[in-house]
């Protein structure tokens, strides 16, 4: 922490280094600065000093506009000029300038909120849900919010976050490794908990080399299931070394068929995070009865679906975004009970953030990127 020099006359304010997110577009909308001033917690908050945080596809498509229904193209790492101001948060809401990004926080508690009345949480070590939720109704779906994009995150020295959304975590883990849980693997598991996917039946998994993708792969096998994943041809020994049954490079023309070859049939599930012109394959790759679920569009979010495919084959389709709280809750304890293990596939200091989005676009790695601070 750094203190600037105040006006005359006042008292000095703690500063700290932040990455400020000041507009939508390119990485060029990132600014660090050291003089942003330290967030104040709330009555109900704590105040973490941020050791590590992870990046994922809700930073950049929060960026760049994406999240705007005037955008129909895949993710991209320049901005969408044709995305409307008014939705380009996370929540399809307007976005409050300049915004603190960052959802995967791993730190200490360094102070608690005076209605905080667990104070043993200062100086532990935290990993931090990222759902922000209503706190009179926490299963309102409709009243969350995401942390780095509707309230100030993780990509600066300091946040602060309610004293319900930090959890204690006792693990050999580094603080790097720990921020690559957040995000990623909640998002899966609340995907296979949508569909309910049981020790036993088969999954598809397409984007496996992702951060949700990587997580899937393993939080599948946790469940029993047999996995067949989808990745780029240069990373299926590493999907594979994740617990990955069989996996079908992503070039492969007809991939999807090429997948139900390998699993000796047609699916129970799929879990993509893709999307564009290979749905209408993976839903062609279902059981009668089978379940889609989808927590991302990567690949693009308009997508062509024959109607007559869902209603004869009686498919169920799941989109996966505000997960129960009791969720995040079980991932902490997988962690701590070594049942998942990290994938992480890179460190950048806070000052390099913008290299890191840049590496983050170009998908040459295998899991999560994460921020050091």
Known sequence: MTVAAPPSGEP??????AALLVGSGGPEMLEVRDNVP???PGPSDVLIRVSACGMNNTDINTRVGWYSRAVDSATSEGGYVEASVDETAWGRTSLQFPRIQGADVVGRVVAVGPDV??????????????????????SDRSGAGYLGSEADGGFAEFTAVPAVNVHPVNSELSDAELATFPCSSVTAEHMLSRIGLRNGQSIAVTGASGGVGSALVQLA????????AVAGSSKIAQVLNIGADAAVARETPSAADAAVSANGGRFDAVADVVGGDSFAGWLDALVRGGRYVTAGAIGGPIVQLDLRTLYLNDLEFYGATIYEPGIFADLVGYIERGEIRPILGGTYPLEEIHVAQEAFGRKEHIGNLVITL
């Open 12 to 17: 000095s304010r703690p500063t700290m280094r």
């Open 38 to 40: 330290v967030p104040v």
């Open 117 to 138: 009345a667990d104070t043993s949480l200062v100086g532990k070590r935290i990993i931090v849900d990222p759902c922000l939720r209503d706190p009179d109704d926490p």
């Open 221 to 228: 096998k946790r469940r029993g299931a047999r996995v067949v």
